[in-house]
Antibody
Framework: QVQLVQSGAEVKKPGASVKVSCKTS????????ISWVRQAPGQGLEWMGW????????NYAQKLQGRVTMTTDTSTSTAYMELRSLRSDDTAVYYC????????????WGRGTLVTVSS | QSVLTQPPSVSAAPGQKVTISCSGS????????VSWYQQLPGTAPKLLIY???RRPSGIPDRFSGSKSGTSATLGITGLQTGDEADYYC???????????FGGGTKLTVL
């Protein structure tokens, strides 16, 4: 079954870090890129960045540069997104999504991971 | 404020047709393909249209997409109550070197 399974919800304090995992199955992992998209409560979608599962190349949204790191583990077909120096406005549902053609077209999504940042 | 501009809401009666617009710039919609997503409450987005007008397998032909210049449009015919959702357009912005989404449009089927 082709799917992306994300790790569970997290509650973090301001200044902490969070690492969300996205385990893929049912397709050749290295053939597709993985993007991360987040959605704050009641808000729209925000593209965070992209990682090539083939060679690990990354492209991060400028506003997150320096705070976000995306990695992959080809041995387990899993992608990871780590966000550091968390702030309250990082509270959101974080989605991993498989890129279809290399643009902003994501044909497969995880169910999302709620990250709550609160003191 | 989103790089791509969508109307906050649209509405139409069951069985009717609705269109949702997405306005961008020469570096966004004018320079790359547009995708459209449907997000039902409490669920992950679902790809409806990619490459401006192509439908993934399993998406009914009630959904269509088009692009002209720096704007794109999603069309939905034969509206059903199950189509009530938020709809987002997305594309790559070459000047930002980043993916960008519209702010989303809430569709109400009256």
């Amino acid at each position: 079954q082709v799917q992306l399974v994300q790790s569970g919800a997290e509650v973090k304090k301001p200044g902490a870090s969070v690492k969300v995992s996205c385990k893929t199955s049912g397709y050749m992992f290295i053939s597709y890129g993985i993007s991360w998209v987040r959605q704050a409560p009641g808000q729209g979608l925000e593209w965070m960045g992209w990682i090539s599962a083939y060679n690990g190349n990354t492209n991060y949204a400028q506003k997150l540069q320096g705070r976000v790191t995306m990695t992959t583990d080809t041995s387990t077909s899993t992608a990871y997104m780590e966000l550091r120096s968390l702030r309250s406005d990082d509270t959101a549902v974080y989605y991993c999504a498989r890129g279809l053609t290399g643009g902003l077209d994501f044909d497969l999504w995880g169910r999302g991971t709620l990250v709550t940042v609160s003191s | 404020q989103s790089v791509l501009t969508q109307p906050p809401s649209v509405s139409a009666a069951p069985g009717q047709k609705v269109t949702i617009s997405c306005s961008g710039s020469s570096s966004s919609i004018g320079d790359d393909f547009v995708s459209w997503y449907q997000q039902l409450p409490g669920t992950a987005p679902k790809l409806l249209i990619y490459d401006n007008s192509r439908r993934p397998s399993g998406i009914p032909d009630r959904f269509s997409g088009s692009k002209s210049g720096t704007s794109a449009t999603l069309g939905i015919t034969g509206l059903q109550t199950g189509d009530e959702a938020d709809y987002y357009c997305g594309t790559w912005d070459s000047s930002l070197s980043a993916g960008v989404f519209g702010g989303g449009t809430k569709l109400t089927v009256l």
